[in-house]
């Protein structure tokens, strides 16, 4: 079964520990995600996002740093295929390879430059999510007490990415400003890595009227393997996943929903989803409640009709 996968930290942990070869062999001992693990899945889309660590300089020059990680440590392993055009994704499943996207996860990095974000786009950046968990330029993440939306200069990044064909990622936006964007997004948006909040209360979890506004923009939700996002107290199951699966389903989702793991951005797992290897494992576990055509839609074919869809020809 085809399978996409919204959000996976790679780039992050490839940041943290420089040096560090994802394509050798021995990855599998750092790496929740390794190019094994991605064949054994039946991945066949990932996305790669570029979040900065604390420890490195918020700055271009770290997102560029970061990108050349992407070309030089993903792109070049044997079977990987960059994602810019629509019609790449086809492309890359025609010839039985991984399409890999390039993704932001929060912009304090470009500071407020759009030359920064053209170049990127240039180096294949076709998604990007205006915040990490706290405040910067362009808006509020979902852990900032003080829970403002988008600045101006926000909405003007909005309009830039709009105009240059990248989807904006709603998951770790405050609420203010996931309103500010469903009001003034031109284009469909998506959460990459979020869950349902009435069924684990959490601010990175999407709300049920965030849910249709998402269903409504003709977006995609990419639930996630985050077990703290997933049920308290943990440890997480594949059947808790399967609860926020349903919830988007009975608020009319079915056909909006889609996974992001979350793989090596964290700590601790749900069990029996340690890495991308065991999506076979929630595939059989969805195929116990659903007909497979939906399965195969949660899966991967929803994510890829999306992309599909929205990225520039
Ligand atoms: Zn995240």
């Excluded at 629509?86 to 890999?100: F, H, V």
């Excluded at 990490?132 to 362009?138: I, L, S």
């Excluded at 116990?288 to 055509?293: A, C, D, G, K, M």
Aim: hydrophobic share 40%; glycine share 10%; charged share 25%.
């Amino acid at each position: 079964m085809r399978v996409a996968d919204l959000h996976a930290d790679v780039i992050c942990k490839m940041l943290e520990h420089p040096g560090s070869k994802w394509g050798s062999a021995d990855s599998a001992e750092r790496f929740d995600v390794t190019p094994d693990r991605l064949q054994q899945g039946g991945i066949e889309l990932q996305v790669f996002p570029i979040f900065l660590p604390d420890t490195i300089p918020g700055d271009p020059e770290s997102l560029f740093r970061a990108a050349e990680l992407f070309w030089s440590e993903i792109l070049t392993v044997k079977g990987m295929k960059l994602i810019r055009r629509a019609g790449d994704i086809e492309l890359a499943l025609q010839e039985g390879k991984i399409a890999a996207l390039l993704s932001l996860e929060g912009v304090e990095g470009l500071r407020g430059n759009m030359w920064a974000l053209r170049l990127l786009y240039r180096l294949g950046l076709r998604l990007l999510g205006p915040t990490w968990n706290h405040a910067n330029w362009a808006c509020d993440g979902a852990l900032e007490p003080r829970g403002a939306g988008f600045t101006k200069a926000g909405r003007q990044l909005v309009t830039e990415c709009e105009s240059l064909g990248i989807l904006i990622d709603v998951s770790h936006l405050s609420d203010r400003g996931f309103w500010d964007l469903a009001e003034c997004a031109g284009r469909p948006f998506f959460a990459s890595h979020s869950n349902a909040r009435s069924i684990k209360d959490h601010p990175r979890n999407l709300t049920d009227a965030q849910i249709q506004a998402i269903i409504s923009a003709q977006g995609i939700i990419g639930l996630t393997f985050v077990p703290w996002f997933v049920i308290a107290p943990e440890p997480a199951t594949i059947d808790d996943v399967l609860r926020h699966v349903e919830h988007v389903c009975a608020l009319g989702g079915a056909e909006h929903i889609a996974f992001g793991s979350d793989f090596d951005g964290i700590s601790r797992h749900v069990q029996g989803l340690e890495h991308p290897g065991k999506y076979p494992d929630l595939a059989e576990a969805l195929l116990r409640r659903y007909p497979e055509q939906l399965v195969k839609g949660f899966l991967g074919e929803t994510a890829i009709r999306f992309l599909t869809k929205n990225l520039p020809n």
